[in-house]
């Protein structure tokens, strides 16, 4: 959540140094939003047994529906490539596989045993040499103050929403009064 709250500030930071605007957000014309919401919501309810897994993987299901019908506004490939990345991965190894060496370096290595105890959550797991592509796991750190083990999936997924955030805040809507010497047409 910190690594999309900072893409998020500094997305709009970019798009004002652009020249862009957060009203020009408004401008974005998102299909089908309500699934991205229950997609976020899918992937914070932790029910006992298997039923996290199975609420990851509905979630990926419904975030790609999201994604491939907004695919037209900009970034949203980049978006599609991260979630089919993380959801791959998730899916080959029912749960994200996470590096120890990632989670050391990037200060968490006490997180290690919440992944490998009895309790250890069903979305992720510690990784081994048994995870298939465990180089799309959550292997890359970032060190404190963020402190995150992240995929090559979620650097797409983040990229993709600076695109978005940048290009919506430069759109220009219909509403804006036309410029000096400028000719509005009609159409």
């Not at 991205?36 to 990926?60: C, E, H, K, N």
């Not at 490998?116 to 990784?127: C, M, R, Y």
């Not at 650097?155 to 400028?182: C, D, K, Q």
């Amino acid at each position: 959540m910190k690594l999309l709250a900072l893409t998020l500030l500094l997305s709009v930071a970019v798009g004002y140094l652009l020249g862009g605007r957060v009203s020009g957000l408004g401008g974005l014309r998102l299909r089908w939003a309500p699934l991205a919401l229950a997609a976020l919501v899918l992937q914070v309810i932790v029910p006992p047994g298997t039923w996290p897994l199975v609420l990851l993987l509905t979630s990926f299901v419904l975030l790609s529906v999201f994604v491939v019908v907004n695919r037209r506004i900009a970034g949203f490939w980049l978006i599609l490539v991260g979630v089919a990345l993380n959801f791959a991965v998730i899916g080959l190894n029912g749960g994200m596989p996470v590096s120890a060496g990632a989670l050391a370096a990037s200060g968490q290595a006490s997180t290690v045993g919440e992944l490998t105890g009895p309790d250890h959550g069903v979305k992720h797991h510690l990784a081994t040499g048994t995870d298939t592509a465990g180089f799309l796991g959550d292997v890359i750190a970032i060190p404190p103050p963020l402190a995150q083990a992240i995929s090559l999936g979620d650097i797409f997924t983040y990229g993709g929403v600076a695109v978005v955030v940048i290009s919506g805040m430069r759109r220009r809507g219909a509403a804006e009064p036309v410029g000096r010497g400028e000719v509005q047409h009609a159409g």
